[in-house]
């Protein structure tokens, strides 16, 4: 009897999905391997690739064993495939056939539309290691470096698991696609990845902390949705990656909510009450919380943009093929088919944004995106939590959903991050304030000090309230090689 | 007055909201609304598979309550409310049971005040199952330690948890339910031994720890546990003890005394320290008695500890041909090494064993801490009070 929850180490490849009897996926994955290895030794610089860092690591599946902590060399990170545990009589959640048992193998008729959904998954795993491959030299403290390089092993193997898929239920094309999840490469020319935002390099800790708030949290919502598909082991793959997920939207909101702290503590230690006195702040060496709005503003707006166009019939299709669900799905009390449904979506009017009404399962992008506003919202409150506390006059906000936009019905206008219409010249002349300047950019990349002492930070953002695994606060949490 | 109870609660100003720990609960303890994510006490059955998954480590907080917070209370928390004074329960949060309680307070009570963990140690589970609900072990193992020749019959014992949830720190104890009645007809109540393994288990990652239990004429439980055969199953309540605990912190020294039996807890801290940090030096010292050499547990396998990593001194009062050796005579002989410990902030010092040896290790330290310019009552309450000051004494 195959055991599914513990992962097993008879093959080279870590897995719960008993590859050793499955020889050829197991042949197909074992040619790619080397190919991925040489993907990640030549991404992160190699003193770090030889550093012993404090990582999690799952021995099995289910809750007791997923989370074992120790001292790896990322290379030696034990990539594997691991499903969450089947459950039994699993129907199909959503469309039109709702209520059948789920698909075990893909079925036929979308086996296009499915393999392109775990193609631009996948394709965003490896695309954010890309992006942060040199943060590790700026690291504002071996805490950080080590939630930085979990982060980054976790999104490797969330590739590893896309691969599986392909490798596993895709043949020929299936193999090919995932020899170009590594050929594909974040802001290359010749061969960029698949989605913009994904393709922006994360140049400061403060980027880096914005995009795993904001980005991953899109990342998040598409898992939540793919993890309602009627292909069962899709499903099982995405459930598994969101309890990874949720150290990585952790990384993110407690690093903003470090970095706001910081620079609260520091302006009242200095009887700095004004927010916008941004010269004398800066001068004390933290980021003004302006600025951080102004962070906030781009990596959200960004953020949008992965969701596509606002009424899109791919989606509907998706949906109605029950291969992608709604966020929560099984906790939404309707039909699941959504034939006679309205949903309320932006558009523009007259140059206005205006809501109307359209078929609900067209506006499932839109829906999705309206779940991913919620909940980026909440982080929100709770760091304007931390400016309370502080007595300091400042709220940090959402702009408007219309504000710097590049897809759907807003892209390029020129609404101001209160959803109002400007002229162009208006336009310009409060972008300065609404999204960082090159100048901004330059200020945060003079605070990207290295600090690597056990127990110590960067003077720009407070310590971590909890250690990770319960760890004392100088815990050297990466054991750095300085050969 | 009802029995105070333990419950499981989420800090609201580090939980990030990402309902993992909803979504993993078998038991659909855990909700949330637009503000919180809280914890039902009348569904939670502190079966920890929310503790692993969480991120942030908000999970882990647990408060101990003559009247569990409601849903509605829990939502509108921006911070966590501090730990209550429960009336009747002296004993923090050692554990929930009154006899038990009662047990760990005579226990520590050698040690002049009310004990604290160590500041890093790690937070402990009390009180999971109760002679209501005790779990069930079954026996996998039952060594002799002492010489065959001895009339010292001290037994190494490993329990296997099977799929119950066993959480132990190293330095807790559970509680053993001899079967049968007593006298008056009524069952009889658990006997605490210290687990002598470390947290993840006698071998690692096995739903397993050990005993370290001596055959007692007349004892009722002790011969029950002496006896057992692998296979046998027992009934297990805890665990209990939520203050004599090893610091997280590699770089504490731990300066260990004890007798006979009393090493459970350090057999458990020195494997802990040696998985965690096998390549310490001068991390711990062992200063241990025994009657005779045949007669101290686990002689072989201390052997095996390099001496770099722990100091080890050990004391013998009925040696052949040789003077008799008390724990306190070892440490005034290294009087001038143990003044260097005292002095430093790094130090947890524990005494662990039979009463007898309380007044002894007393006088020692107290001798010791002079010569240091010291005294030792003052030092010992601030050490204790910053959690490095334990003792366990029956």
Known sequence: MLDLINVSYDTQIPNNVGLSQDKKVLKALEKWHPGYINWWNDLIPQNFQQSMVYLRTAVSVDPKGWAKFDYVKMPEYRWGVLLAPQVDGRTIPCGEHFGQPAWQEVPGEYRNLLKRLIVIQGDTEPASVEQQRLLALTAPSLYDMRNLFQ??????RHLWAMVYLLHKYFGRDGREEADDLLRRQSGSEEAPRMLGAFNEETPDWLSFFMFTYFTDRDGKMQLESLAQSGFDPLSRTCRFMLTEEAHHMFVGETGVGRTIERTCQVMKENGIDDPFDIDRIRGLGVIDLPLIQKKLNLHYTLSLDLFGQEVSTNAANAFNAGI??????????????LQGDTYVVWDLVDGKAV???VPALTAINMRLRDDYTKDAAGGVGRWNKIIEKYGIDFELKLPHEAFHRKIGVFANMPFDPDGQVVTGAEFDKG??????????GDYIQSLMKPCYEPGEFARWIAPPKVGIDNKPGDFEYVKLHMA | MTQPLKQHLIDPEICIRCYTCEMTCPEQAIEHDDMNVVVDADKCKFCMDCIPVCPTGSIDNWRVVAEPYSLEEQYGWTDLPPQEDVAGDDAGLEALDDAIAALLAEAHKGAGGKSRAPATASKPSVNLYTLGKPAEARVTGNYRLTAEDSDSDVR?????FGAQPFPVLEGQSIGIIPPGTN???????????SVSSPRDGERPNFNNLSLTVKREPHGICSNYVCDLKPGDTVRVTGPFGATFLMPSDPNAHLLMICTGTGSAPFRAFTMRRQRENPKLTNSLTLVFGARRQQELPYFGPLGKVPESFMAKHFAFSRQKDEPKHYVQDKLRAQSERIGQLLQNPATHIYVCGLKAMEQGVEEALKDIARAQGLVWTDLRDRMRDEGRYHLETY
């Open chain 1, 151 to 156: 982060v980054n092993v976790e999104e490797g």
């Open chain 1, 324 to 337: 992608k669900g709604r966020y929560m799905e099984a906790r939404i009390q309707d039909d699941h088919q």
């Open chain 1, 355 to 357: 809501q109307k009404e």
């Open chain 1, 431 to 440: 972008l300065p304030d609404w999204l960082p300047t090159h100048a901004d």
């Open chain 2, 156 to 160: 190494h014992i490993i329990l296997d």
């Open chain 2, 183 to 193: 006298s008056e007809g009524r069952a009889h109540l658990p006997r605490l031994y």
